[in-house]
Each structure stands twice: as structure tokens, then as C-alpha cells.
């Protein structure tokens, strides 16, 4: 690729607000997460059997993994803005 071709580098603006959205999806997925282990407490054990056969359950497992193999990532992103900043 040429540097013609690449997209120019992000500003300290933009990565700050890049880090801004992304520490907000993350936190609401913490919370959700939360959310979902509470209300499968309620549920009697045939009706969480129930769900966690279901594909949905199956897709949002998924998405937990994705999630955890993201951290990494943005670990590091988190680690470039505190460079930006200095």
C-alpha cells in the first residue's frame, strides 16, 4: 500500500474520541453482562437449560469471546492515547 493509500493517522482529537466510544460500549457491555447473570439467577433450572440452547445464546456467547480476545486490543489503544497525551 502507498502512503497515498493509507488513511492518514488519527489526531489526538479523533483518538481521544475513538477511546471515548469504545470505553462506552465496553462499560455497557459490562453492565449487560451483569444484567443477564442477575435475571439467570431468577429463572428455574429447566428454563435456563431452555435458554442456553437457544441460538441467541449461543450467538451472545460468542460475542463474549470476541470481547475477551478484543481486550488486548484495546489495552493497547489505551496505552497510545495516554502516549498522545503526554
Known amino acids: 500500500m502507498s502512503d497515498n493509500d493509507r488513511p492518514p493517522d488519527l489526531d489526538q482529537e479523533q483518538a481521544r474520541l475513538a477511546y471515548t466510544i469504545i ?9 449487560v453482562s451483569d444484567l443477564i447473570a442477575l435475571m439467570a439467577q431468577t ?3 429447566d428454563t435456563t437449560k431452555a435458554l442456553t440452547q ?6 451472545y456467547l460468542d460475542s463474549r469471546r470476541s470481547l ?6 484495546v489495552e493497547k489503544f489505551a ?8
Do not use: G, I, N, Y
Not at 23 to 31: A, D
Open 23 to 31: 470505553q462506552s460500549l465496553l462499560e455497557h457491555t459490562r453492565v
Open 54 to 59: 437457544t441460538p441467541v445464546w449461543t450467538a
Open 79 to 86: 496505552e497510545t492515547m495516554k502516549t498522545l497525551s503526554d
Open 43 to 45: 429463572l428455574d433450572q
Open 68 to 73: 475477551e480476545r478484543t481486550h488486548a486490543d
